[in-house]
């Protein structure tokens, strides 16, 4: 599963602004999106992600995936980065 990703991830920024950061500085190599997510706070990220040419995976909710990136609370998105 894609979540062994997030978990070997050399950099990782949990949620939309932080995430959003990360792609604008040209530093993200992939971005996880919770399909369940509400499109209004992903839209911005996925958009972002097409213009600067970012692998975008989607993943089948926000809980799996804020558990895949060690936290407790579900994750809209998650960015990653090879360090």
């Known amino acids: 599963m894609s979540y062994d990703k997030v978990k070997q991830a050399g950099k990782l920024r949990i949620g939309t602004k932080q995430a959003t950061r990360m792609i604008e500085l040209g530093e993200a190599t992939e971005v996880f999106v919770a399909k369940d997510a509400d499109p209004r706070l992903t839209g911005k990220v ?5 213009k600067c040419g970012v692998n975008i995976t ?6 799996q995936l804020g558990k895949a990136c060690g936290i407790e609370v579900g994750a809209a998105v998650a960015a990653v980065a090879t360090e």
Do not use: A, G, P, Q
């Open 46 to 50: 996925v958009n972002l992600c097409k």
């Open 58 to 63: 989607y993943v089948d909710s926000m809980k």
